[in-house]
Nanobody, 119 residues
Framework: QVQLVESGGGLVQPGGSLRVSCAASRNILSFYFMGWYRQAPGKQRDLVAHIFRNSSTNYADSVKGRFTISRDNANNTVDLQMNSLKPDDTAVYYC?????????????WGQGTQVTVSS
């Protein structure tokens, strides 16, 4: 059973930085891609960033230049470095992965970690 576990969330002041991590229970290179979504109360879950097997990345326009997604293959983790944080960044951040299970595409989600940006 594949598990994704997020960590690193917390409270930070506007303009500050925070790093959230996602630990996977299997080799992250076995996934087609991994990434981060976020969901604020009463709003839909939106893409934040993705990283693919070839290390190509994409970001939501709202976080470009401020957030950086990276991976550590040896530790099976994907990290999201968040700088210049704004109150609008407040949300539950979810790790996401897409892979192959018994010849079919499967989607996995972590339990989420809370990020709160407030003065």
């Amino acid at each position: 059973q594949v598990q994704l576990v997020e960590s690193g969330g917390g409270l930070v002041q506007p303009g500050g930085s925070l790093r959230v991590s996602c630990a996977a229970s299997r080799n992250i290179l076995s996934f087609y891609f991994m990434g981060w979504y976020r969901q604020a109360p009463g709003k839909q879950r939106d893409l934040v960033a993705h990283i693919f097997r070839n290390s190509s990345t994409n970001y939501a326009d709202s976080v470009k230049g401020r957030f950086t997604i990276s991976r550590d293959n040896a530790n099976n983790t994907v990290d999201l470095q968040m700088n210049s944080l704004k109150p609008d960044d407040t949300a539950v951040y979810y790790c996401h992965a897409v892979g192959n299970v018994l010849g079919t595409v499967a989607t996995y989600w972590g339990q989420g970690t809370q990020v709160t940006v407030s003065s």
